[in-house]
Structure formats: C-alpha cells, structure tokens
C-alpha cells in the first residue's frame, strides 16, 4: 500500500517541473485517483479517470496481440500540452499521470522526474 506522505511528496516533486499542470496517481482498472494535485482549473479527476480507460485499452490491446512486455509510459501530444502516463512497476495496476504545458516545460525533464518518483513508489 502507498503512504500518504509519499504519494504528497511525488505530487509535489513532480508539480516542481517547469510547465507541469496537474498530476495525479491513478488505479487504471477502477479509474479511482488516489492522490492529486493542479496548479490551475485543469479537472485532473476527469483527465485521471479519461487515461485510466486509455491505459485499460492498450493493456486490452497488448493481451490480443499475445505482448508479454509492460508498459512503460505513454506519450499525447497535443497542440499546447503534453501528457505523459508512465506506469508504477512495482504497482501495475496504477500509474502516475502528468499534463505539462508546452511553454517551458521540459519533456526530457519530465520523464527523468516521473522515472524517479515511480520509482521511490
């Protein structure tokens, strides 16, 4: 089970990042968020439960096509963001989500960040 602390913690560590816009750690099977954080009027419970289904399609997808593999992040790129879902190893059922503004932010920056909380996770 994860620990308040260290769920507020990643929150915070990864809302450091320049251009971060919300983040949240998600169970991708319920949809359920388990922690959270924005710094603007973006619905991070809705973009949560939204990547949850996009999470639930891939690992629908890899099972059809007989992939052992795992996923390790998945990458939207839209006109103004970026939204990265990188999934927690040692909790497959959740991931850790970030939308990032696509002024000053970093994507390199972003995953390394996202790479290191997962881990601590």
């Excluded at 388990?34 to 999470?55: H, M, P, R, Y």
């Excluded at 190893?89 to 970093?106: H, Q, R, T």
């Amino acid at each position: 089970m994860l620990e308040v602390e260290k769920l507020d913690a990643a929150m915070s560590d990864i809302l450091s990042l320049n251009g971060s816009i919300a983040a949240s750690v998600v169970d991708w099977k319920t949809g359920m968020v388990l922690c959270s954080d924005t710094k603007s009027k973006f619905d991070i419970e809705l973009a949560s439960a939204g990547n949850a289904e996009v999470v639930k399609a891939k690992m629908s997808t890899m099972q059809s096509l007989g992939l052992e593999g795992a996923i390790e992040d998945i990458l939207i790129t839209l006109s103004d963001q970026v939204h990265i879902i990188r999934t927690i190893a040692s909790n497959p059922n959740l991931f850790l989500y970030l939308a990032l503004s696509d002024d000053g932010a970093s994507l390199a920056m972003a995953k390394m960040k996202m790479k290191s909380v997962e881990e601590v996770l």
